[in-house]
């Protein structure tokens, strides 16, 4: 079964390091990968895609994300965390044959710390 | 540009009772999906609509669940009867990009929150 998995229920990270909140994709064919956010009562903001090309994305608000296909990971990444950082992450996964269908990840809640 | 209405933000209803839910999509989004997002999980799809067609509904609970978009352009989302495990957090989401296959970024809007006593 085609799938996404976030194996860090939460991340906490002091402002001013460097983040990571990790995302592994189990799939036969060619994924399109995606990473949202969602703070408290609102719904889920696009941060940014991984379709074709570049294996680094780079995204809003400072966010990038690595695609390595020989792991099965798109690894989201910011050089320099921020206290307004501090939201639910999630990775989510669109598979070849799959319509337009997004298979979420179960989220990694990312504390910033001052 | 203005991004995907929903409302109510928040209902809180009786177990048995019914519930309507409406989303309407960005402006030229053929697109639009309904998602339940249970707390502590992701949102999983419920019914994609292209236009005012059903693309796929195979997560609907069909025998309480129903869905409709009839112009192609807003949509509501019905329980009818609610039980408690419906408790959750509705999402609808548009794209702009119709058809199987499409790699467009699906774009949510605030999402309703669902209380079932």
Request: glycine content about 10%.
């Amino acid at each position: 079964a085609q799938s996404v998995a976030q194996p860090e229920d939460q991340v906490n990270v002091a402002e001013g390091n460097p983040l990571t909140v990790k995302c592994t994709y189990s799939v036969s064919g060619n994924p399109y990968l995606f990473w949202y956010v969602q703070y408290p009562n609102r719904g889920l903001q696009f941060l940014l895609k991984y379709i074709t090309g570049d294996n680094l994305v780079k995204g809003s608000y400072g966010f990038e994300a690595e695609f390595n296909k020989s792991q099965t990971s798109f690894h989201l990444k910011k050089p320099s965390a921020l206290v307004s950082d501090s939201a639910l992450y999630f990775c989510a996964g669109l598979f070849t044959g799959g319509g337009n269908k997004l298979t979420f990840g179960t989220g990694t809640q990312l504390k910033v710390e001052l | 540009e203005a991004g995907v209405a929903q409302s109510p933000r928040y209902k809180i209803i009786e177990k048995r009772q019914s519930v309507a839910f409406w989303c309407n999509p960005i402006s030229g989004h053929a697109t639009l999906y309904w998602y339940q997002q249970i707390l502590g999980q992701g949102p999983k799809l419920l019914i994609q609509f292209q236009n005012n067609g059903v693309v796929d509904d195979s997560q609907l609970p069909k025998d309480r669940f129903s869905a409709e978009r009839l112009k192609g352009v807003d949509s509501t989302l019905k329980i009818q009867p609610a039980k408690l495990e419906d408790s959750a957090v509705y999402l609808c989401a548009s794209s702009f990009l119709a058809g199987r296959g499409g790699t467009d970024t699906q774009y949510f809007g605030p999402g309703t929150r669902l209380t079932v006593l």
